[in-house]
Every structure is written in structure tokens, then in C-alpha cells.
């Protein structure tokens, strides 16, 4: 078998005599493992995707894709508690204000009413004020219209511009209310692909960025909702029940827990898929 014999800089001696450049030899070389790695990513993707939906089954999803700006207010609801709240918080919002310009001239406390039982009143009826005042503001209107043209990272810069507004809650605009092949990254998440061995980082955002950067088609929002709910269920931050776990065979957690692995209760509401 010939060999190619590859040196920076100096020169390459392919199996019929031809001559390269050692560095476009390398750069070649590079890309290839490159591709490989990338191959190697989306398969372990892939393949997880494909075990959870063996699982947990395909999720259900909105009939109609929600307004961007309802998505976003309840995504504001969602941060630091259950869905389950959130969704109530939602609820009571819309029920009160009939429309989101009625917000405009609402006084901040009274939203903290209406929304209490998500906690975080304060900060969140805050952040779902001054998103619509800044939102006004800017375009004239409160609709998000002009993030529909952007690219996804362009559309998460814009949206992270509003205050209260992070990378998760700008992914979760993208992937649930315009159709985005994103992945959102909470802490359910962002806990399990890095047990998983899928990226190795220290922070949601972090992941996020890591695990989106070439992330496979058409697969995102069946990939992160099945992932909420083997977060919740299953691999919990403290004595995850890995016996039943469905990736217990390619996770990488050192960690793993084999003691009392019963699924004491399903929890497959999500909020975002009902707005």
C-alpha cells in the first residue's frame, strides 16, 4: 500500500511521482478530519435522536406555528419554573390583556399580578414590559417580522439585544414559533449532552453554541423536547435512574447510577408547544 508522506512546508510524493505543496497537503488533510469529526457528531446526534423518540415517541407540536412575540413572552414566563406554572402565568396574562398593546400602558405591578404564580414576578413582569416598549420603539409595531429574514445567528444577536432576553429564550423564538432547525439549551439539556459525551462544555450557553454550530436537519425540536423530558425523568442532576435510561449504553457519565431506576412520573407537558 503507498503511502503519502506528509511534512509541513516541504514537498509530497504522491503514488504516481506528482508533486504538492506540503502545506495544501495539510490543509487537506486537516479538512478531512474535519469532516470526519463533523460525520462523527451528527451520527451521535442522530442516533440519540432516534433512541429517545424510541422512548419517549415523536412530541407534539403546535398545529400552526405560534406569533413570534406570544412566544417570546412565554418563554420570559418559563425561565426558573415548571411549565406547568408558566403555562397558568400565560393564561392569566392573556386573559387580562387582550391584546399586547394594552401591556404598553399597564403598570408593571399589575403584570407581576397576573403572572405570580411563575415566580420571579418582578424580574419577568419587568422583562415582558420593556420587551414590548423597546419592541414598539424600534420597528413601530410589536411584531417580530423583520427577525423572519435573518439567519440564526444574526436573529439571536438581535433578540438577546432586549433586556431579560438570553440566548435560550431567543432560540426558543426561532425553533417553536418560526420552524428553525435550533436547539434551545436549558439546564435539562445542557445537563444531558454533556453526560452524553455530545460536547464537553461548562455553561448552557456554551452548549448551545458548541452543539448548533453544525447541527443535523430537520431533527431539533424532536431532539431537544425528548431531552427535557429525560432530564426531568430520567437523568436528573442528582441520582439519575440510568437502569431505565435509553442511552445508558453510549452515555459517558462517569457518575451513573444503577440504584432504584423506576420512572415514578411522566412530565411531557411543555408549554412552549402549546401557546
Known amino acids: 500500500m503507498v503511502r503519502y508522506l506528509i511534512f509541513l512546508n516541504l514537498q509530497i510524493v504522491g503514488p504516481k511521482g506528482r508533486f504538492s505543496n506540503g502545506k495544501s497537503g495539510f490543509n487537506s488533510f486537516k479538512k478531512s478530519r474535519i469532516r470526519m469529526r463533523?460525520?462523527?457528531?451528527?451520527?451521535?446526534?442522530?442516533?440519540?435522536?432516534?433512541?429517545?423518540?424510541?422512548?419517549?415517541?415523536i412530541p407534539k407540536k403546535n398545529k400552526k406555528d405560534p406569533d413570534p412575540v406570544d412566544m417570546m413572552i412565554a418563554t420570559i414566563l418559563s425561565q426558573n419554573t415548571n411549565d406547568n406554572n408558566s403555562y397558568k402565568a400565560y393564561?392569566?396574562?392573556?386573559?387580562?390583556?387582550?391584546?399586547?398593546?394594552?401591556?404598553?400602558?399597564?403598570?408593571v405591578t399589575s403584570i407581576?399580578?397576573?403572572?405570580?404564580?411563575?415566580?420571579?414576578?418582578?424580574?419577568?413582569?419587568?422583562?415582558?414590559?420593556n420587551f414590548l416598549v423597546d419592541l414598539k420603539?424600534?420597528?413601530?409595531?410589536?411584531?417580530?417580522?423583520?427577525?423572519?429574514?435573518?439567519?440564526?445567528?444574526?436573529?439571536?444577536?438581535?433578540?438577546?439585544?432586549?433586556?431579560?432576553?438570553?440566548?435560550?429564550?431567543?432560540?426558543?423564538?426561532?425553533l417553536f414559533s418560526?420552524?428553525?432547525?435550533?436547539?434551545?439549551?436549558?439546564t435539562h439539556v445542557h445537563r444531558t449532552v454533556n453526560r452524553i459525551g455530545i460536547v464537553n462544555e461548562k455553561s448552557p450557553d456554551k452548549t448551545f453554541f458548541a452543539l448548533n454550530k453544525n447541527f443535523p436537519q430537520m431533527i431539533a425540536h424532536s431532539?431537544?423536547?425528548?431531552?427535557?423530558?429525560?432530564?426531568?425523568?430520567?437523568?436528573?442532576?442528582?441520582k439519575p435512574s440510568c437502569g431505565i435510561c435509553p442511552l445508558e449504553k453510549l452515555c459517558q457519565f462517569d457518575g451513573k447510577n444503577f440504584e432504584n431506576s423506576e420512572l415514578k412520573k411522566e412530565n411531557s407537558f411543555m408549554l412552549l408547544d402549546n401557546v
Not at 407581576?112 to 414590559?129: F, V
Not at 418560526?178 to 436549558?186: A, E, H, Q
Not at 431532539?223 to 442528582?238: A, D, M, Q, S, V
Request: aromatic share 6%.
Open 178 to 186: 418560526m420552524g428553525r432547525n435550533v436547539c434551545p439549551v436549558d
Open 223 to 238: 431532539f431537544h423536547t425528548n431531552l427535557i423530558r429525560l432530564g426531568r425523568e430520567i437523568c436528573k442532576p442528582k
Open 112 to 129: 407581576e399580578k397576573e403572572i405570580r404564580i411563575a415566580g420571579l414576578g418582578k424580574q419577568k413582569s419587568n422583562a415582558i414590559k
Open 137 to 174: 420603539k424600534k420597528t413601530g409595531s410589536l411584531n417580530l417580522n423583520h427577525i423572519t429574514k435573518m439567519e440564526e445567528n444574526e436573529a439571536i444577536s438581535e433578540l438577546i439585544n432586549y433586556k431579560g432576553v438570553g440566548v435560550k429564550t431567543a432560540s426558543c423564538v426561532l
Open 91 to 107: 393564561k392569566n396574562l392573556r386573559s387580562r390583556y387582550k391584546t399586547w398593546e394594552e401591556i404598553l400602558k399597564a403598570r
Open 38 to 57: 463533523d460525520n462523527k457528531f451528527h451520527q451521535m446526534i442522530k442516533t440519540v435522536n432516534k433512541l429517545l423518540i424510541n422512548k419517549f415517541g
